[in-house]
């Protein structure tokens, strides 16, 4: 079991160190930020721009956060030193998004709770940085304001944080119909009680909140986060599903079974509910 567990570990690490952006269900909704611009209050004429959010960083990580721009096109490398704050406005690499269209951005995975908005326009040749503002909501909506003598304004819109909307409940009912379906084919295989459907179900009930909601507050990198949170939901659930059923299933096939569901759930799952929830929320702002 235990160089189980630690090939387990370290296949884990290596899959979430490739896995594509934003495709684990199991990881979870992210928080999003739609901006709408406007230049002199009419839309960008621009066909394509592109913005990034900026955050302000201690001057001790300052250095090792600018090795991130380098997808960064010239203009929106910003480094700026906020002397009443004591630190570097640089482009925060974990904001995902910032190829705007149709006067407006979007922004997803891990926004920053305190952020100001730089923007290029091509048609102009000129970067707008707005004034700082906090993100205190799950979804955010902004408008951000550019105006020809180079300043720029952002206010929001509107915040909402959808624990009951159905970004959460789609991602949850994936994450669920997978794994069951996963299981019953394991337990059908091995000849198990199918009653230990109900114990899948009620492990990622417990288990899914805190990982969506609890580790992402970790002041951790993003890989980091991801490679704990994997962990912990095989971990847990493969003792959860094994303490409540002794008697008609090992620790070794909790655990096997555990691996499986979760592998599925990150990989088929993530990159379904991607898919999805990216082109509904297209159509629900940029329509």
Known sequence: MNKKLFSFLIIVGALVVFLPKGVSADLGPKPTVYIDIVYNQH???????SATMLSCVPQDFAQSESKYE??????????????????????????????????S???????????????????????FITNEISRTKFDSHYKAELFSDGSAKISEI??????????????FSITIILELLVSLIF????KLPKKILVYVLLANIISLPIIWFLFPLMRLSSLVVGVISEIFAVLF????????NKQIISLKQSFTLNILNNLVSLFVGG????IVLR???FFRFFT
Request: aromatic share 16%; charged share 20%; net charge negative.
């Open 187 to 190: 337990l059908s295989a091995r």
């Open 105 to 127: 951005c979007y922004f997803d995975y891990m926004p920053p709770d305190e952020f100001k908005l730089a923007v290029f326009i091509p048609s102009i040749n000129k970067v």
């Open 43 to 49: 839309n960008i004429s621009d066909s394509s721009f």
């Open 70 to 103: 380098e997808n960064l096109i010239p203009q929106l490398k910003i480094n700026e030193y906020d002397s009443s704050k004591n630190c570097y406005w640089l482009p925060d690499h974990l904001a995902w998004g910032g190829q705007c269209t149709h006067s």
């Open 237 to 244: 659930e493969t003792y959860f599903i094994y303490l409540l």
């Open 279 to 281: 082109v509904l929320r």
């Open 158 to 171: 509107s915040e909402t944080t959808p624990v009951l909307s159905s970004d959460p409940i789609f991602s």
């Open 271 to 274: 990159l379904f509910v991607s």
